[in-house]
């Protein structure tokens, strides 16, 4: 992905003459401008040594351009559906290619989502959000089935000792539940499994209670046979899925485990033909009486905790796709040369890589906070301000991240729309992010609905502000007395406080749902803003302060709500 591939097919002495291909650091741990001072600044405020978890980011930054060329490979041989093999038998089999497979080796090895659920680690949550980070931008998309593999085994995990009244054989149960989770957080590639997450129908994704038609059958026990169609299905080449089924007068949520040949329960109708994450194996299946365990009869109610995860991957996607973008572009611009200097010269150039820099900040450590709120135990009160940052973070991240894409790959003129150089493969892999995990209309209305439950504005828009204060650390950990000096940016924490101040009248004005994804959109820029001052506040360093201050100029969208009778007369005369 950066531009390996277009040199390999052309003379490099006369194609040195008019491009110099970017180049990223040898280590993007190491290199990275920001990353090791963030977990340096986390694990001192909690008393701890990152020095371990530092070497082992280390470590795993260095097999970058390892992974950069195994994600060149699984773009360049996407999976393939191959319905019959070769003496004429039914098969339906995915095939995917060395490096996909190689791939998801080094995650279950690297532990990129066991760490997590490693109780005897502290931070883990910091440890696993920036291996994320790395690992995200040259992934192969890898990073979708991690994120529903988490999920999963969050989801099992507060499962795992509450067996559904119906359940007939409570020990066997539990040792299934209990046997999926060592496999969906195994660090062993041989005993490691991931999860898929079958929720979307053809009436929808999004509005699963009505859009559900998939049933489930059985005598009344934990198991069941699932009859349905599951319209968009990720990663299919997973070993279990969790998925929704209407059963009795509920929507129950089930554990199948696919079944290792094709028996005709689950057939593949076809793959998905995406714009972008080709990499990734998307089918539509037919479940035509598969085997389903009955894990809970409140099924939505039992995959939130599930969503928060998988918004989190949606937004550390995010965050490493900038980087990798901006990383490539600043190299860029130090060997292109136009108007007689290079492009970081110029000063309009050099604005737009300000920018670009400010934004992946922002929402690298935006993303981090969300890490540490999601797995936050040892804090009350903070369940309004999770399940609110959760759908504004994930949208605003997503939204930012295309923006920025496309932005950065002007930074290469031409280059970056030609196909050879893999820069529009980042552009079209980016734009999933607005629509995984909820569409950002559909977690805007869920912010709306979240933010009228008691208390929840003070207490979202208090976190906000107390991070920008000092009065909060990322994760929404409280700050006793503090040395840290906050004048440099006095001016754009009252700058900020402001602007949550527009956002807590919108909120206690009456408005229509229309105005609901302008709210969250502001939230998601002024938490971001947020996180930039906390860290500036604490390392003090010129370009920490530098890229807050350019944040809160360009940065904050204005907080203006239409007017539906607009919106009426427009659509109106359509």
């Known amino acids: 992905m950066h531009f390996r591939k277009f040199i390999g097919t052309c003379n490099q002495s006369r194609l040195l003459h008019f491009v110099s291909a970017p180049k990223f650091g040898d280590n993007n741990f190491v290199c990275d401008p920001l990353l090791p001072r963030l977990v340096e600044y986390i694990y001192l405020h909690h008393g701890k040594s990152s020095l371990d978890v530092k070497n082992d980011l280390s470590n795993f930054g260095s097999q970058h351009d390892q992974l950069l060329q195994l994600a060149d490979q699984c773009e360049a041989n996407p999976p393939t559906l191959k319905r019959i093999d070769g003496w004429g038998r039914k098969s339906n089999t995915i095939e995917t290619c060395n490096a996909w497979k190689e791939l998801h080796e080094i995650s279950a090895r690297e532990g990129l989502v066991s760490i997590r659920h490693d109780n005897n680690q502290e931070l883990r949550e910091v440890h696993q959000a920036v291996k994320l980070l790395l690992f995200g931008g040259v992934s192969g998309m890898v990073s979708c089935p991690l994120a529903m593999t988490d999920g999963a085994a969050t989801t099992l995990s507060l499962l795992a000792e509450k067996p559904p009244e119906q359940c007939n054989d409570v020990e066997l149960w539990k ?76 929507l129950g949520l089930f554990l199948v485990q696919l079944p290792k040949d094709y028996d005709g329960s689950i057939e593949v109708e076809k793959l998905k033909n995406k714009l972008g994450t080709r990499q990734l194996p998307t089918a539509e299946l037919t479940l035509n009486g598969v085997s389903g365990l009955l894990l809970a009869k409140r099924g939505i109610a039992n995959i939130i905790p599930m969503l928060h995860v998988t918004r989190l991957y949606n937004s550390l996607m995010a965050a490493s796709y900038l980087r990798h973008v901006t990383t490539l572009a600043q190299s860029y611009s130090r060997t292109r040369e136009a108007f007689g200097r290079p492009l970081h010269r110029l000063p309009l150039h050099r604005a737009t890589l300000s920018r670009l820099e400010s934004v992946t900040r922002a929402v690298t450590i935006q993303s981090v906070d969300m890490a540490m709120l999601v797995n936050n135990k040892s804090t009350g009160g903070l369940d309004n301000i999770v399940r609110v940052l959760s759908a504004v973070v994930k949208v605003h991240t997503a939204l930012t991240a295309v923006r920025n894409v496309r932005d950065g790959l002007e930074c290469f003129g031409g280059a ?35 933010l009228s439950r008691d208390g929840a504005v003070d207490e979202v828009l208090d976190y906000i502000l107390g991070l920008a204060e000092h009065t909060r650390t990322l994760g929404g950990y409280e700050v006793g007395e503090s040395s840290v000096d906050t004048t ?80 009426d007369d427009i659509l109106n005369g359509v």
């Not at 062993?188 to 209670?209: A, C, I, N």
């Open 416 to 450: 970056g729309y030609m196909e050879d150089t893999g820069l529009p493969g980042i552009f079209r892999d980016t734009c999933v992010l607005p629509v995984w995990e909820g569409t950002s209309d559909v977690l805007s209305a869920e912010t709306d609905r979240a």
């Open 175 to 250: 040792d299934t539940v209990k046997s999926t989770i060592s496999h969906l957080t195994s660090r062993l590639p041989d005993h490691f499994w991931t999860s898929g997450q079958w929720m979307t129908e053809r009436k929808g994704g999004s509005d699963v209670t009505r859009a559900t038609e998939t049933r489930a059958v059985g005598d009344g026990t934990e198991k069941v046979k699932l009859y349905g169609n599951k319209f968009y299905t990720s990663a299919i080449d997973c070993q279990v899925t969790l998925t929704l089924a209407k059963y009795e007068e509920d």
């Open 488 to 567: 440099p940016l006095q001016g754009i924490t009252s700058k900020l406080k402001r602007y949550l101040d527009t956002i807590r009248q919108v909120l206690s004005s009456p408005r229509s749902l229309g105005a609901s994804r302008i709210v969250t959109e502001g939230l998601g820029a002024a938490h971001a803003l947020a996180c930039l001052i906390n860290m500036a506040n604490v390392t003090g360093d010129l370009s920490d302060i530098a890229a807050a201050k350019l944040w809160a100029t360009v940065s904050l969208p204005k907080i203006s709500i239409p007017k539906d009778s607009d919106i």
